[in-house]
């Protein structure tokens, strides 16, 4: 993200996600992320507008979208939706999913964030 001004971290978790277990920092870089997401929270249903409304949140089209959520698959799952949508249109964007995602894998407790994932890997985060 440091070394590319044009490309878009995309944050696809749940607002319950953003506000309890916080999020990636990109202030150092001059950058913000956008959150949008997914699947909502309570019934985890799917966002029919999700590759509209992101497209009506970035100014132009980025050199790449990178794709987060807690440890890899709904952030799959986003990536796919928004190039195929962007395909559909004309638009090549790479859309990236971050495939260890915020929290990362399950380690041997069962607990999420310290065996992978960006906040075990010592990125930029904060919590609200």
Aim: glycine share 12%.
């Amino acid at each position: 993200m440091s070394n590319d001004a044009a490309a878009v971290l995309v944050d696809v978790r749940t607002r319950p996600e953003w506000g309890f277990v916080g999020g990636p920092d990109l202030s150092a870089i001059g950058k913000d992320v956008v959150r949008l997401e997914w699947q909502s929270w309570p019934d985890m249903s799917r966002n029919p507008g999700f590759a509209r409304a992101l497209l009506e949140q970035v100014e132009g089209l980025p050199s790449r979208f990178l794709f987060l959520c807690r440890s890899g698959g709904r952030s799959m799952q986003a990536a796919r939706a928004a190039a195929d949508a962007m395909a559909s249109e004309g638009r090549a964007v790479p859309c990236i999913n971050v495939a260890e995602g915020f929290e990362g894998d399950l380690d041997a407790s069962g607990h999420r964030g310290g065996l992978n994932g960006w906040k075990a890997r010592g990125l930029e985060w904060h919590q609200s």
